[in-house]
C-alpha cells in the first residue's frame, strides 16, 4: 500500500521557483510512476506531467513543458516537480498520485494521492 | 485534446435518492476513464477505474458504466458522506484530462 507526502505550503513572488516533494513509502518506488496534478482555489483538476520511477522518463503538459521539471530520487523514494518563472496563474494547490504506469504513455488511474501543497504567488 | 464534460455541475439530493452522473469524451476513449471523489479539504480519492472496476474499499452503492465516449457513475442510495465533488477522467490520449467535476450536495 503506497502512501505519499507531500512538502508543506510555499509562498513565492511571481518569476521565483518553487519546488515541491513527494516522498513514497510502502511499494517499491520503481515499479510505477508519479503523476503531477494541480488545483487552482475553487476549480477542477489539471493534468501537468507524469515521471517513471524506473527509468525517468517523463510526459508533460505542453502548456508548461517550458517551465517544468519533473525528477525522481531513487534513493530516498522521493520524486519533485519544480516550476520556474512562476505567475499569480500558477497559484494553486499541487498534487502528487502514483500511477501505475512505468512505462510512458501511461494510460492508467491514479492511486492514491498526497495531501497537497499550497503553492502561493503573490508580490 | 479530449475535452470530458459532467452533467450536471451541480446537484443536490435528499439522503436515500439515487444520482447519475453522466460523463462525455470528445473523442473515442473506449474505457479508459475513471472516476474520482473529492470532499472538501480534502485529496481526490480514486473510486472506479476502467469505466466499471470498483476500487477495495469503496461502497458497493458506487458503480460505473459506459464505454467509448458516454459514461456514467451512478450513487444508489446517497449517504451524508457522500456529499462531495465528483471527477472523471481519461488516460486514453494526452494530455490526459478531467471533467469540469460535478458537486453533489445532502439536503
Known amino acids: 500500500q503506497v502512501h505519499l507526502v507531500q512538502s508543506a505550503g510555499e509562498v513565492k513572488k511571481p518569476g521565483a521557483s518553487v519546488r515541491v516533494s513527494c516522498k513514497a513509502s510502502?511499494?517499491?518506488?520503481?515499479?510505477?510512476?508519479i503523476t503531477w496534478v494541480r488545483q487552482a482555489p475553487g476549480q477542477g483538476l489539471k493534468w501537468l506531467g507524469w515521471?517513471?520511477?524506473?527509468?525517468?522518463?517523463?510526459n508533460y503538459a505542453q502548456n508548461l513543458q517550458d517551465r517544468l521539471t519533473l525528477t525522481t530520487d531513487t534513493t530516498t523514494n522521493t520524486a519533485y516537480m519544480e516550476l520556474k518563472n512562476l505567475t499569480s496563474d500558477d497559484t494553486a494547490v499541487y498534487y502528487c498520485?502514483?500511477?501505475?504506469?512505468?512505462?510512458?504513455?501511461?494510460?492508467?488511474?491514479?492511486?492514491?494521492w498526497g495531501q497537497g501543497t499550497l503553492v502561493t504567488v503573490s508580490s | 485534446e479530449i475535452v470530458l464534460t459532467q452533467s450536471p455541475d451541480f446537484q443536490s439530493v435528499t439522503p436515500r435518492e439515487k444520482i447519475i452522473i453522466t460523463c462525455r469524451a470528445s473523442?473515442?476513449?473506449?474505457?479508459?476513464l475513471h472516476w474520482y471523489q473529492q470532499r472538501p479539504g480534502q485529496s481526490p480519492k480514486l473510486l472506479i477505474r476502467?469505466?466499471?472496476q470498483s476500487m477495495s474499499g469503496v461502497p458497493s452503492r458506487f458503480s460505473g458504466s459506459g464505454s467509448g465516449t458516454d459514461f456514467n457513475l451512478t450513487i444508489n442510495s446517497l449517504e451524508a458522506e457522500d456529499a462531495a465533488t465528483y471527477y472523471c477522467?481519461?488516460?486514453?490520449?494526452?494530455?490526459?484530462?478531467f471533467g469540469q467535476g460535478t458537486k453533489v450536495e445532502i439536503k
Open positions: 473523442h473515442f476513449i473506449a474505457n479508459n
Open positions: 515521471i517513471s520511477n524506473y527509468n525517468g522518463l517523463t
Open positions: 498520485a502514483r500511477d501505475p504506469s512505468f512505462r510512458p504513455p501511461s494510460k492508467n488511474w491514479f492511486d492514491p
Open positions: 477522467h481519461q488516460s486514453s490520449g494526452l494530455p490526459q484530462t
Open positions: 476502467f469505466s466499471s
Open positions: 510502502g511499494d517499491t518506488f520503481s515499479t510505477y510512476g
